[in-house]
């Protein structure tokens, strides 16, 4: 398969994905948008690939928005034809059982703070910045940023930030919830794979079942998503790599998982 604005790469059970257009900081285009489909799909498909990272070129963005030259001229009734946006997230949030990580490596703003925020979860580097700066352009977030910011960082900050365009900081990100952890930038990546490939080893369907649960907790109620947690930790309890597991523990050996 080959990409004309990003990299696709695989390291082991992991996939690593590169937004690749680092002159323009890593924008959004439609192009983009529809090889990073073509590549999560691929990941889905792919049996042997268990979690993904993705990252963006360079070291001063992930990705600094959409792409503002391309939507600049770009008719109203064009946004709402295509539904812009809409495919993506579908894709890369509801399509996309398998885990995998934002790996933050400077600006994510805009339409890129939503794209890291559809990741399981972020690892920043220590000059990650996020904002949703699209206030100043005269629009607002069109990806889930007012959702998915307000959700993860609660409703002072998101407010905050989608009001003032203000930009946070990695250390800022991490007190409030919107990243998992963050690193030195020469290690980014590394440490991001690193930690996907540690998930790509646990047993595959406990690893979507568990993926699948934390989100239910973002997008229902509480009795909901408990009463999803005990559905989804029932039916993990008929697999072989339940049986496995608890076995391998017994006999104080490593499980080999068959991902049934
Ligand atoms: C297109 C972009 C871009 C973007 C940067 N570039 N961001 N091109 N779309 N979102 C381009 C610049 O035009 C420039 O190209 C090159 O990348 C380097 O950027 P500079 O601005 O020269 O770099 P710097 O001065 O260091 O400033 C970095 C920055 C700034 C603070 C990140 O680039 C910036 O504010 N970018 C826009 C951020 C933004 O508003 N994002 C939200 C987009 S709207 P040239 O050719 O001049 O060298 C969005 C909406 C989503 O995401 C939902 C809509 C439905």
């Avoid at 924008?27 to 993904?52: K, M, Y």
């Avoid at 900081?169 to 590394?190: F, I, N, Q, T």
């Avoid at 009463?227 to 072989?240: D, G, H, S």
């Avoid at 339940?242 to 076995?247: D, V």
């Amino acid at each position: 398969m080959s990409f004309e604005s990003i990299l696709v790469e695989q390291r082991g059970a992991v996939t690593l994905i590169t937004l690749n257009r680092p002159a323009s900081l890593n924008a959004l285009n439609s192009g983009v948008l529809e090889e990073l489909i073509t590549a999560f799909a691929a990941f889905e498909a792919d049996p042997t690939q268990r979690c993904a990272v993705l990252t963006g070129a360079g070291e001063k963005a992930f990705a600094a928005g959409a792409d503002i030259k391309e939507m600049a001229d770009k008719p109203a009734a064009a946004f709402y034809a295509d539904d812009f946006f809409a495919r993506w997230t579908s894709h890369l949030v509801k399509t996309t059982r398998k885990p995998w990580i934002a790996a933050v490596n400077g600006f994510a703003l805009g339409g890129g703070c939503e794209l890291a925020m559809m990741a399981d979860f972020i690892i920043a580097s220590e000059n990650a910045r996020f904002g949703q700066p699209e206030i100043k352009l005269g629009v607002a977030p069109g990806m889930g940023g007012s959702q998915r910011l307000t959700r993860a960082v609660g409703k002072a900050k998101a407010m905050e930030m989608c009001l003032t365009g203000r930009m946070m900081d990695a250390a800022e990100a991490e007190r409030s919830g919107l990243v998992a952890r963050v690193v030195p930038l020469a290690s980014l990546v590394e440490e991001a794979v690193k930690t996907a490939a540690e998930i790509a080893a646990m047993p595959p369907l406990a690893a979507i079942a568990n993926k699948e649960m934390v989100n239910a907790a973002f997008e229902t109620g509480l009795d909901q998503g408990i009463l999803i947690e005990r559905r989804i930790f029932q039916v993990l309890t008929a697999t072989e790599d339940k049986a496995e597991g608890m076995a391998a523990f017994i006999e104080k050996r490593a499980g080999v998982w068959k991902g049934k």
